[in-house]
């Protein structure tokens, strides 16, 4: 495949992605977006070695099922892991926010260094900006990025927080996803999610 089929086929997932968490604020289908067409080749592994708080225990957050994108045959000298739909998801039942956890991890690469390719992979397909802040932090003791970002989404407005950090080959993201008059909700929320995480 060539960059530039590469790089519209990885554009079109990653919208895709946002398509997806923002139909699950919208309260449609969490998962109604994530049928790709043709061949998708998954180059990513999963981490299972951490330990999250369940968010599910209250009534009101709902644990979303699974279902995996990729976002194809990326290359191998890739700065960023492929998209996948979150190892944790959990959607509130009154306000239609989403808090989740993803972790890829991709066997022979070193350990990333550079958390900026991720974190605004994360945040593609965002317009109409209004405002984003950075701020650097730590979780589950490794250095962490954390972008807070309202804009628009297809159309629809959107705030988003996405915290990135990494650990040896594997790079972790956490999301929380509202509209924004809804955002300040859930925010504690977010934060004892994020404050639970523990790697083993």
Known sequence: MGTAARYLTQKLTLTRFAVILLTTVLGTSFWSCTTLVGTV??????????????????????????????????????????????????????????ISLNSTCRKGKKEVQNLQPFLKELLLGFTHV???????LSVAGHEALQRTIQGTISGEKTKIRAIVFARDQCVYDLIYIARPEKFTLHEEDFTAFVASLKLR
């Open 41 to 98: 080749k998954p180059v990513d592994q999963k981490d299972k070695a951490y330990d999250i708080l369940d968010l599910s225990k209250d009534p009101k957050w709902k644990k979303l099922e699974s279902s995996t994108f990729s976002s194809g045959d990326l290359d191998a000298s890739s700065e960023a892991f492929s998209s996948e739909a979150a190892d944790e998801a959990y959607q509130r039942t009154d306000t239609g926010a989403v």
């Open 130 to 136: 209004v405002s984003k802040e950075d701020k650097s």
